[in-house]
Each structure stands twice: as structure tokens, then as C-alpha cells.
């Protein structure tokens, strides 16, 4: 049996690979009910074939780790989706991951957890550039920005 290949779709997540740092601005929230500014960092790469991007992202607040993640992005040929599974340790994963698409420059994921509703754009702004907003909503309909950020590439 031949092994599968990755596919352009695949291949379109090189779009976030590679060192990237960014100026956050944390809007206030049930969790993080201050907000304020950081520093995020993320270091992503493709692996297992080109099949998936794999991403680590730290969060400094006054010099130190405030927040950290770790992302496996990919995409579901049957649902015509990309996916994104997040780990971290402010809350269990999801069951489902979120699911994205292309709209022109911008890949948007959606998900849904106990904690509510998630919209996470990534809005392509040039090589080595992006700016990207982290939205919750309880109900599906109304969201609040929770997170605005425009990283580089390192």
C-alpha cells in the first residue's frame, strides 16, 4: 500500500510555521478579569509528513510565563475543514476540535466547550505577518474579544 501524500490543503499551513512574537493587548474577562498587555511567543513547525502543523505558544506577562499552549493543527479532507486541537492547562481539551476555514487571507476556527463558544481569525497580513483576535461568546451569536494581537516571523 502506497503511503497518502500531503495535499495543497495541507501544505497551506506552512503559512504558520515558524517563529513569530507579538505585543497582546488582553481584554477583560471572567478570565482574566484586569486584562492588560503581553508578549506572545509561538514557535510552530510542520511534522509527521507534512500532514500537520505543530505549534507552542508561551504568553509573558512582566518578564515571566503567565500561559502556555500547545496546538495541532491539520485538515479533515472528509469535512473539508482544517483542525485545530489546543492543549493547556486552564481547562481539559475539547472532545471535538475546532474547525476552520479559508476566507481569502484569514483562516477562522470555531469551536464550542463547557466554557462556551470560541472564534479564533488569523488574519494574513503580508509575509511574516498576522494579526489575530481570540473571541468568546456564551450563547454562539454575541462575541467579545478577548485577545488582539499582529505577530512577526523571527
Not at 40 to 66: A, K, M, N, T
Not at 142 to 148: D, G, I, M
Request: aromatic residues 14%; negative net charge.
Amino acid at each position: 500500500m502506497e503511503m497518502p501524500k500531503s495535499t495543497e490543503q495541507h501544505r497551506k499551513l506552512q503559512t504558520l510555521a515558524g517563529t513569530w512574537t507579538g505585543e497582546e493587548t488582553m481584554f477583560p474577562s471572567p478570565w482574566d478579569p484586569q486584562g492588560g498587555k503581553a508578549t506572545g511567543r509561538i514557535v510552530s513547525r510542520i511534522e509527521v509528513d507534512g500532514f500537520f502543523l505543530i505549534s507552542d505558544y508561551v504568553q509573558e506577562r512582566g518578564g515571566h510565563p503567565s500561559y502556555r499552549g500547545h496546538g495541532v493543527f491539520g485538515w479533515d479532507g472528509d469535512q473539508k475543514r482544517y483542525t485545530m486541537h489546543w492543549f493547556d492547562a486552564m481547562c481539559a481539551p475539547s472532545a471535538e476540535p475546532a474547525k476552520g476555514t479559508w476566507e481569502g487571507n484569514r483562516l477562522v476556527f470555531q469551536h464550542q466547550s463547557p466554557m462556551g463558544h470560541g472564534r479564533l481569525t488569523y488574519d494574513f497580513q503580508g509575509e511574516g505577518r498576522y494579526a489575530f483576535r481570540m473571541e468568546h461568546s456564551e450563547d454562539g451569536s454575541k462575541w467579545t474579544t478577548f485577545l488582539e494581537s499582529v505577530y512577526t516571523r523571527k
